[in-house]
């Protein structure tokens, strides 16, 4: 049996907190196939730390993709044909998001429509893209837009409100009814860092040793 073919269970384990059941873990799962860029590794263990989450990376050229995958603890290699059958997880996630453009992320990596049909990829990989496309996907809470708000110093824009306001503006003679101000509601997307305050610090990462050939290794948060 290989290494990390165990891993799944124990990942979701460390990544849901107490109080979480393994099935519900599974059930509510979700894959990131996530570049080993540091800025995107570290949207992606912060989706984790709320969402329970499988984490795979990828770097490499396109037709020879060099795999990783996150136990919890450590990154441990993934070979091509484990990553595409699904063979490394002894549970599936329900749903799988593909960070990077066709232009990066490798084409064999999204061959994975056997064990996981409910995928989406996000091309933009500017931090308020990201969260914006994971947050949609997901969905976030009220809670979990204003987390990502304060942890990228984002700022937040409610949609509801700026169409209940774009409809207040409308004439009785446009043919459309008024609109009464919306109930209190989820935030949809953020916009870019606001410039009126410094960017919050982000959590202090532990030096990395980076070995030729090896993916670099981004700590867990």
């Known amino acids: 049996m290989k290494k990390y073919f165990w891993m799944s269970m124990a990942c979701l384990a460390?990544?849901?907190?107490?109080?979480i059941s393994a099935a519900?873990?599974?059930?509510?799962?979700?894959?990131?196939?996530?570049?080993?860029?540091?800025?995107?590794m570290q949207v992606a263990f912060d989706v984790a730390r709320r969402y329970p989450t499988?984490?795979?990376?990828?770097?490499?050229?396109?037709?020879?993709?060099?795999?990783?995958?996150w136990n919890g603890y450590e990154w441990m290699p993934l070979s091509l044909t484990d990553y595409q059958s699904g063979a490394f997880l002894q549970a599936h996630p329900g749903r799988t998001v593909f960070l990077g453009?066709?232009?990066?992320?490798?084409?064999?990596?999204?061959?994975?429509?056997?064990?996981c049909a409910d995928v989406i990829q996000l091309p933009d990989l500017d931090t308020h893209e990201l969260v914006n496309g994971i947050g949609r996907y997901l969905p976030f809470t009220p809670a979990d837009w204003r987390w990502f708000a304060g942890r990228y110093n984002?700022?937040?824009?409610?949609?509801?409100?700026?169409?209940?306001?774009a409809a207040r503006r409308q004439s009785w003679y446009d043919e459309k009814a008024p609109v009464t101000d919306p109930a209190p509601s989820f935030f949809k997307y953020f916009t870019r860092s606001r410039r009126s305050r410094?960017?919050?610090?982000?959590?202090?990462?532990?030096?990395?040793?980076?070995?030729?050939?090896?993916?670099?290794?981004?700590?867990?948060?």
């Not at 937040?156 to 306001?165: D, G, S």
């Not at 919050?200 to 532990?206: H, R, S």
């Not at 990395?208 to 670099?216: K, Q, S, Y």
């Open 14 to 19: 460390a990544l849901t907190g107490p109080g």
């Open 198 to 221: 410094a960017p919050e610090a982000a959590a202090p990462m532990q030096p990395v040793e980076v070995r030729e050939g090896d993916v670099v290794e981004i700590p867990a948060p």
């Open 101 to 115: 453009d066709d232009a990066l992320l490798p084409a064999d990596l999204r061959s994975i429509n056997a064990w």
């Open 54 to 69: 499988v984490l795979v990376s990828y770097q490499g050229t396109m037709e020879e993709p060099v795999l990783h995958v």
């Open 154 to 165: 984002l700022t937040l824009t409610n949609l509801k409100a700026e169409e209940a306001e």
């Open 24 to 40: 519900t873990a599974q059930e509510n799962a979700v894959l990131l196939v996530v570049p080993a860029r540091y800025s995107v």
